[in-house]
């Protein structure tokens, strides 16, 4: 490991020396122009902040500030340049300025009139420079600023849900830390992780979410710590496309968070302030059970004693949470230097009592120009947060609030008695004493820096160097006291874990531009990159704690003590080319050559070619003649790559490690279960994509369709050994899993009257997923951490659930353990079709197949989404997003725990105790899994804002804008459970819609007020 890093610090010191020492050399006939000017709405005139504006060839560019003006420096030889100017929602111009002797050159109003078209946006990522969406052959998505900031919300990913075809965006839990996850065209890996990778600023961070304390359910979601104020676009590219210029580590996509900047010009301050409620949307039915005479019944079925009764633990449970976030910028520019800085403070309470966040963020961004062709920019990140946790079951199912619910029988009173003590609510914890008396938590201190340095030494020759820092030190505690429950940590319990995550990337790209002869051009593309990430944790835990002893060391039972150590280096280098034929047609070719230190020396190098092309037909003269009227725009693209996957082995894994066994007294080693994977290679994926973008009525109306078909060969999974070999297991590359789908995004302006505008976008998006390949009878494998019920199994997508399921006759009906046809009511109970439940040969309790089998399936056959946004006057903006998920399944282990007889919490048992159900019937069901299994099919309001924009005349102040928002308002459904989009899996690779009382998705209100002055 240290051979590897020292050699990656030389490197990257040695390339940073080079370009820092050319940049000291200035570069003949380039002079500094200053351009200026404004964007403006071509049908009211108002201004239109956050235009993008560019010279085309260059990297030179800014955005307009909040009254639609620019300015900018650029180092450019004297002649003929086009600028670009862009907006979304709106059409894109170019206009053709000469810069002579002139230093300082203003722009006459530049307006843009209203489209919903695309085609000439500029995008960034996996391109290494700006580029014009036309010029594409593969799908690149966009969220700019102004649609960010609409509906704020705390976390990055979820300004995305339901925004984006072809993007699947899951809010796991309701916790105010937890995960979020993202998957980009399905899942194409059974082991490793499927997220995509996240490059903030040119810098690869790190979006994992360990499980520091085992809270159970619930971990850290650590892109929480980055502000969405600050952010001013994003640009998402999906499968092979973006490993061209970001390797293998981007097998699963790229998301790049590009972050807001200095103008120069005026300085210009931001203050933003929110306040946010949240409450649980539904609770679930619990068993209040009573005989005929209206006494309450105990799990037996006998009355309670007198004065005893059964309680609505949720009551208890959860509660309204409040919140609040403030966040202040200030930007600008003089001369030849721009500054962005912020700083925002965030904090909320979950709807578990007990529960809540807090996140303190700082911000600096400064660029400068240093001479005629170098221009650097630093950035500077650091923010603290803290999690107060409240624990579900992850150390033991005796401990959790929610567990405590559901297993535990609802007799009790579980409020403090006239002791001030909690009473034992039997052999599981008593929620209410989990929420006061344990004391779980965490703590992050990350720090996210970068310097860039981007030279122009020639008319077309940019030279890009990047080098990023993302560094983190995660810590948990948990602690409970002596004397709590019955079993495990009766006598005290004190854990303490702490995370290191070290990672940091050095990239070179070159690129040049040129044209050929008349009509063709050409753009060539050269670069490489090291990169290094390092993860260790160090835990340890005790018990038999004294009565004021809370740490570890207070503990005279040392329970668990370790220390894991993960390092990874990659190396790569890449050519990519691209050739463009009348601005019409454009086909491009790259090569990509990785190693990761992961693999062994003979399998470590590999080659990841890619081919693209577009044809834009509507810039003939024939289609505008023909179809110019109807079809404004008409472009053809697709592509085909190769990556690979780095995320299914471990940093070790190719050797065979040997573990710590004394022997005789004396300090030994044994070797572990695993055998080392020396020749294993990385995962492939070949990605064919296909596609269309067209724009109709004058650009009103845009569609994007999209087709692709990833398959992935060479999958890494845990194959068993002979036990003659001396191993249990060894890694191995075996299998295959297919993803092909449909992806279409279709936007229109429907309404431009002068004082009214309906904007509305939909996206569609189906995906299949297959796995083949897996060798053994069964053709199947276990996904960990899902209770054995989901698994990848040969020709069934990755996550379908496996277990027991319904005995059904010969023409495919259930039938009850005596034979009798069965029918599922409209409350999910099987009741017989020809007889009564309980007679004579007429059991009414389902019986059970004899051999488990494929029960549910947890991917959605498509997802749909629906935004609309409404321009009312100069300042009123009205904004709804409908979005939904249809045909997965989600596997309600609650519902199963809780209509068990011996906890039967749920009121599945007080159907059975009032005789409603036969008696029996919750032991039937119990391990008849398909039971458990529902269609969590849903449709969300997912959210509403208001926006109210004021600009007061004689105050220092430039604008004031109101807002009011409410996001997850209400849902369309028949889950049985809190909310079918939950998982206990959290961003785990294989499960999926797995629901095990995981705290639900929250409804949530706010109100806010941005000054800009």
């Given at each position: 490991?240290l051979?590897w890093?020292?050699?990656?610090v030389?490197?990257?010191?040695?390339v940073?020396?080079v370009?820092l020492?050319?940049g000291?050399?200035?570069a003949a006939?380039?002079?500094?122009?200053t351009?200026?000017?404004?964007?403006?709405?071509?049908?009211?005139?108002d201004?239109?902040?956050?235009?993008?504006?560019?010279?085309?060839?260059t990297?030179?560019g800014?955005a307009?500030?909040?009254?639609?003006r620019?300015s900018?420096?650029a180092q450019?030889?004297?002649?003929?340049?086009?600028?670009?100017?862009s907006?979304?929602g709106?059409?894109?111009k170019?206009r053709?300025?000469e810069?002579?002797?002139?230093r300082?050159?203003?722009?006459?109003?530049?307006?843009?009139?209203?489209?919903?078209?695309?085609?000439?946006?500029?995008v960034?990522?996996?391109q290494?420079?700006?580029?014009?969406?036309?010029?594409?052959?593969?799908?690149?998505?966009t969220?700019e600023?102004?649609?960010l900031?609409?509906?704020?919300?705390?976390?990055?990913l979820?300004s995305?849900?339901?925004k984006?075809?072809?993007?699947?965006?899951?809010?796991?839990?309701?916790?105010?830390s937890?995960?979020?996850d993202?998957?980009l065209?399905?899942?194409?890996?059974?082991?490793?992780?499927?997220g995509?990778l996240?490059?903030?600023?040119?810098?690869?961070?790190?979006?994992?979410?360990?499980?520091l304390?085992?809270?159970?359910?619930t971990t850290q979601?650590?892109?929480?710590?980055?502000?969405?104020?600050?952010?001013?676009?994003?640009?998402v590219?999906?499968g092979a496309?973006?490993?061209?210029?970001?390797?293998s580590?981007?097998?699963?996509?790229?998301?790049q968070i590009?972050?807001?900047?200095?103008k120069?010009g005026?300085t210009?301050?931001?203050?933003?302030?929110?306040v946010?409620t949240?409450a649980?949307?539904n609770?679930l039915?619990?068993?209040?059970?009573k005989?005929?005479q209206?006494?309450?019944?105990?799990?037996?079925g006998?009355?309670?004693?007198?004065g005893?009764?059964r309680w609505d633990y949720?009551?208890?449970i959860?509660?309204?949470?409040?919140?609040?976030?403030q966040y202040?910028?200030v930007?600008?520019?003089v001369g030849?230097t721009?500054?962005?800085?912020?700083?925002?403070?965030?904090s909320?309470?979950?709807?578990v009592?007990g529960?809540?966040?807090?996140?303190?963020n700082?911000?600096?961004?400064?660029?400068?120009t240093?001479n005629d062709?170098?221009?650097?920019?630093?950035?500077?990140?650091y923010a603290?947060?803290?999690?107060?946790?409240?624990?579900?079951g992850?150390?033991?199912?005796?401990?959790g609030?929610?567990?405590?619910?559901?297993?535990?029988p609802?007799?009790?009173d579980?409020?403090?008695n006239?002791?001030?003590?909690?009473?034992?609510?039997?052999?599981f914890?008593n929620?209410?004493?989990?929420?006061?008396?344990f004391?779980?938590?965490?703590?992050?201190s990350?720090?996210?820096?970068?310097?860039q340095?981007n030279?122009?030494?020639?008319?077309?020759?940019?030279?890009?160097?990047?080098?990023?820092?993302?560094?983190y030190?995660?810590?948990g505690?948990?602690?409970?006291?002596?004397?709590v429950?019955?079993n495990?940590?009766?006598?005290?319990?004190?854990?303490?874990?702490?995370?290191?995550?070290l990672?940091?990337n050095s990239?070179?790209?070159?690129?040049y531009?040129?044209?050929?002869?008349?009509?063709v051009?050409?753009t060539?593309?050269v670069g490489?990159?090291?990169?290094?990430?390092?993860?260790?944790?160090?835990?340890?835990?005790?018990?038999?704690?004294?009565?004021?002893?809370e740490t570890v060391g207070?503990?005279?039972?040392?329970?668990?003590?370790g220390?894991?150590?993960?390092?990874?280096?990659?190396y790569?280098?890449?050519?990519?080319?691209?050739?463009?034929?009348?601005?019409?047609?454009f086909?491009?070719?790259?090569l990509?050559?990785d190693?990761?230190?992961?693999?062994?020396e003979?399998?470590?190098?590999?080659?990841?070619p890619?081919v693209?092309?577009?044809y834009?037909?509507s810039?003939?003269?024939?289609?505008?003649?023909t179809?110019?009227?109807v079809?404004?725009?008409?472009?053809?693209?697709g592509?085909?790559?190769w990556?690979?996957?780095?995320?299914s082995?471990?940093?070790?894994?190719?050797?065979?490690?040997?573990?710590?066994?004394p022997?005789?007294?004396?300090?030994?080693?044994?070797?572990?279960?695993?055998?080392?994977?020396?020749n294993?290679?990385?995962?492939?994926?070949?990605?064919?994509?296909?596609?269309?973008?067209?724009s109709?009525?004058?650009?009103r109306v845009?569609?994007?369709f999209?087709?692709?078909?990833?398959?992935t060969?060479?999958?890494?999974?845990?194959?068993?050994?002979?036990?003659?070999?001396?191993?249990n297991?060894r890694l191995?590359?075996?299998?295959?899993?297919?993803n092909?789908?449909?992806?279409?995004?279709?936007?229109?302006i429907?309404?431009d009257?002068?004082n009214?505008?309906?904007?509305?976008t939909?996206t569609?998006?189906?995906n299949?997923n297959?796995?083949?390949?897996?060798p053994?009878?069964?053709?199947?494998?276990?996904?960990?951490?899902?209770?054995g019920?989901?698994?990848?199994?040969?020709?069934?997508p990755?996550g379908?659930?496996?277990g027991?399921?319904?005995?059904?006759?010969?023409?495919?009906?259930?039938?009850?353990?005596?034979g009798?046809?069965?029918e599922?009511?409209?409350?999910?109970f099987?009741?017989?079709?020809?007889?009564t439940?309980?007679?004579?040969?007429c059991?009414?309790i389902p019986?059970?197949?004899?051999?488990?089998?494929?029960?549910g399936?947890?991917?959605?056959?498509f997802?749909?989404?629906?935004?609309n946004?409404?321009?009312?006057g100069?300042?009123?903006?009205?904004r709804?997003?409908l979005?939904?998920?249809?045909?997965?399944?989600?596997?309600?282990?609650?519902?199963?725990?809780?209509?068990?007889?011996?906890?039967g919490?749920l009121?599945d048992?007080?159907?059975e105790l009032?005789?409603?159900l036969?008696?029996?019937?919750g032991f039937g069901?119990?391990?008849?899994?398909?039971?458990?299994v529902e269609?969590?099919?849903?449709v969300?309001?997912?959210?509403?804002a208001?926006?109210?924009?004021?600009?007061?005349?004689?105050l220092?102040?430039e604008?004031?804008?109101?807002?009011?928002?409410?996001?997850?308002?209400?849902s369309i459904?028949?889950y049985?459970g809190?909310?079918?989009?939950?998982?206990i899996g959290?961003q785990r690779?294989?499960v999926?819609?797995?629901?095990?009382?995981?705290?639900p998705v929250?409804?949530?209100?706010?109100?806010?007020?941005?000054?800009?002055?």
């Amino acid at each position: 490991m240290l051979h590897w890093y020292r050699r990656s610090v030389v490197c990257a010191t040695l390339v940073a020396g080079v370009i820092l020492l050319f940049g000291t050399t200035p570069a003949a006939a380039q002079v500094s122009y200053t351009l200026s000017g404004r964007v403006l709405d071509a049908s009211n005139g108002d201004p239109l902040p956050g235009a993008n504006i560019r010279i085309a060839g260059t990297n030179f560019g800014t955005a307009t500030s909040v009254d639609g003006r620019f300015s900018f420096t650029a180092q450019l030889q004297p002649g003929e340049y086009q600028v670009r100017v862009s907006f979304v929602g709106y059409e894109s111009k170019a206009r053709r300025i000469e810069l002579g002797n002139q230093r300082e050159v203003t722009l006459d109003p530049i307006r843009l009139g209203l489209s919903a078209a695309r085609i000439d946006e500029v995008v960034v990522t996996g391109q290494a420079g700006p580029t014009q969406r036309k010029e594409l052959g593969n799908a690149i998505s966009t969220i700019e600023a102004s649609e960010l900031q609409e509906t704020p919300k705390s976390s990055t990913l979820q300004s995305l849900q339901g925004k984006l075809a072809g993007v699947r965006i899951q809010q796991s839990s309701g916790s105010p830390s937890g995960g979020t996850d993202i998957r980009l065209r399905g899942t194409g890996t059974v082991l490793g992780a499927a997220g995509p990778l996240i490059v903030l600023d040119g810098v690869i961070i790190s979006n994992d979410s360990p499980e520091l304390i085992q809270v159970g359910g619930t971990t850290q979601n650590r892109l929480l710590d980055i502000n969405p104020n600050d952010i001013a676009r994003i640009e998402v590219v999906k499968g092979a496309a973006a490993a061209a210029l970001y390797g293998s580590r981007a097998n699963n996509g790229v998301i790049q968070i590009f972050t807001k900047t200095g103008k120069t010009g005026e300085t210009q301050v931001t203050y933003s302030t929110r306040v946010k409620t949240q409450a649980i949307r539904n609770t679930l039915d619990v068993n209040m059970a009573k005989n005929d005479q209206g006494q309450f019944l105990d799990n037996s079925g006998d009355p309670l004693p007198e004065g005893q009764q059964r309680w609505d633990y949720q009551d208890f449970i959860f509660d309204r949470g409040y919140g609040t976030e403030q966040y202040l910028s200030v930007s600008g520019g003089v001369g030849d230097t721009r500054f962005f800085t912020s700083g925002g403070f965030f904090s909320t309470q979950g709807i578990v009592e007990g529960s809540g966040f807090r996140r303190y963020n700082g911000t600096a961004r400064l660029e400068h120009t240093l001479n005629d062709w170098v221009n650097i920019t630093a950035g500077a990140r650091y923010a603290f947060s803290k999690s107060d946790d409240v624990p579900n079951g992850g150390l033991n199912t005796l401990y959790g609030a929610m567990t405590g619910f559901i297993f535990g029988p609802n007799t009790t009173d579980p409020r403090r008695n006239e002791l001030g003590e909690f009473p034992d609510i039997g052999t599981f914890s008593n929620p209410l004493e989990v929420q006061n008396r344990f004391d779980f938590g965490q703590e992050s201190s990350r720090f996210i820096g970068d310097l860039q340095v981007n030279m122009t030494p020639l008319d077309g020759l940019s030279i890009d160097y990047v080098i990023g820092l993302d560094t983190y030190e995660q810590t948990g505690t948990a602690f409970i006291p002596r004397g709590v429950g019955t079993n495990g940590f009766e006598t005290g319990f004190s854990r303490r874990a702490e995370l290191s995550n070290l990672q940091y990337n050095s990239d070179l790209n070159v690129r040049y531009e040129t044209e050929i002869t008349d009509g063709v051009s050409s753009t060539s593309l050269v670069g490489g990159t090291i990169q290094y990430a390092s993860e260790e944790t160090f835990n340890a835990q005790s018990q038999n704690l004294p009565p004021i002893a809370e740490t570890v060391g207070g503990g005279t039972s040392l329970r668990e003590f370790g220390e894991f150590r993960s390092p990874l280096t990659i190396y790569g280098v890449f050519g990519q080319q691209s050739f463009g034929v009348a601005d019409r047609l454009f086909v491009t070719g790259a090569l990509r050559l990785d190693a990761s230190s992961s693999f062994g020396e003979d399998d470590r190098w590999q080659l990841y070619p890619k081919v693209s092309t577009s044809y834009v037909l509507s810039e003939y003269d024939f289609w505008e003649e023909t179809f110019g009227s109807v079809v404004s725009n008409f472009k053809l693209r697709g592509s085909v790559g190769w990556s690979g996957g780095l995320t299914s082995i471990g940093a070790f894994d190719r050797f065979t490690v040997y573990n710590s066994q004394p022997f005789a007294g004396n300090p030994g080693l044994q070797p572990a279960d695993q055998r080392g994977a020396e020749n294993v290679v990385p995962e492939r994926q070949r990605e064919i994509e296909v596609g269309a973008d067209i724009s109709l009525l004058s650009e009103r109306v845009s569609i994007e369709f999209t087709y692709y078909n990833q398959q992935t060969d060479d999958l890494l999974l845990t194959q068993s050994l002979a036990p003659t070999t001396g191993f249990n297991t060894r890694l191995g590359n075996v299998g295959s899993v297919e993803n092909k789908g449909i992806e279409i995004r279709a936007q229109s302006i429907a309404i431009d009257w002068e004082n009214f505008r309906w904007t509305t976008t939909a996206t569609y998006s189906r995906n299949r997923n297959e796995v083949s390949g897996i060798p053994g009878e069964t053709g199947r494998v276990v996904i960990p951490s899902s209770f054995g019920v989901s698994v990848a199994q040969n020709g069934e997508p990755i996550g379908s659930f496996f277990g027991g399921a319904f005995k059904r006759n010969e023409n495919g009906q259930v039938v009850d353990t005596d034979g009798n046809v069965m029918e599922e009511d409209d409350d999910g109970f099987w009741r017989p079709v020809n007889c009564t439940a309980g007679e004579n040969g007429c059991s009414g309790i389902p019986a059970r197949a004899a051999e488990d089998q494929i029960i549910g399936n947890p991917q959605p056959d498509f997802t749909l989404a629906w935004v609309n946004q409404f321009q009312i006057g100069d300042n009123l903006r009205v904004r709804f997003q409908l979005d939904g998920e249809f045909g997965q399944d989600v596997f309600n282990f609650t519902r199963r725990i809780g209509a068990f007889p011996p906890f039967g919490t749920l009121e599945d048992y007080e159907r059975e105790l009032e005789g409603d159900l036969p008696g029996g019937y919750g032991f039937g069901v119990f391990n008849i899994f398909e039971n458990w299994v529902e269609d969590g099919t849903y449709v969300k309001l997912r959210e509403v804002a208001i926006n109210y924009t004021l600009r007061p005349s004689g105050l220092p102040v430039e604008s004031v804008e109101l807002s009011a928002t409410g996001r997850n308002l209400f849902s369309i459904d028949d889950y049985s459970g809190y909310d079918p989009e939950v998982n206990i899996g959290g961003q785990r690779t294989g499960v999926r819609g797995f629901d095990f009382v995981v705290p639900p998705v929250p409804r949530s209100f706010s109100l806010g007020a941005t000054l800009t002055f």
